[in-house]
């Protein structure tokens, strides 16, 4: 069974820039996203994906992800998937053997930015730069499922 070992960090400070060494568009809808799991495609550049999670809180969970062609995922977003999609420019890290992706959200979640680590085991270490900020792995909120339910922007000026 495919697991996913994450945490997720919001940011302190911009000083994360000035390390990024690649960078990549990414839009992505959901199928279905409930108490169990949620499905989605998402869509890199001119790469795409069906996306299978168990929704799990906390740094670990099942996931499934399989390629899939460009156009049937531009079809499946436009026609089946909820709206709003995720929007969000991927910038990629390198940190010794780890990558951190940052995410810069666009459109409903502007303003958002949150850093993502995926490591081999529960208990890897890993170091943490002095541009993360506050831990948020087990704050539901900054998921993406819920960020296409329950926007940034809504919640944050609330």
Not at 2 to 31: C, M
Not at 88 to 117: C, M, S
Request: charged share 25%.
């Amino acid at each position: 069974m495919p697991i996913e070992i994450e945490h997720k960090f919001l940011i302190a400070n911009d000083s994360w820039r000035q390390h990024v060494s690649s960078t990549s568009q990414y839009r992505q809808g959901y199928l279905t996203s409930d108490s169990r799991s949620s499905i989605r495609v998402r869509i890199s550049d001119s790469h795409a994906w069906l996306n299978i999670k168990s929704a799990t809180i906390g740094n670990h969970r099942q996931e499934y992800e399989y390629p899939i062609p460009l156009i049937d995922a531009n079809e499946i977003m436009e026609s089946l998937c909820v709206k709003p999609f995720i929007s969000k420019i991927r910038h990629f890290i390198i940190q010794g053997k780890h990558t951190w992706e940052i995410d810069e959200f666009q459109g409903e979640n502007q303003g958002l930015i949150v850093a993502e680590i995926e490591l081999s085991t529960i208990d890897e270490a890993f170091e943490k730069p002095d541009w993360l900020g506050e831990d948020v792995t087990h704050d539901m909120r900054y998921y993406n499922n819920n960020l296409a339910k329950n926007p940034y922007l809504q919640w944050k000026n609330a």
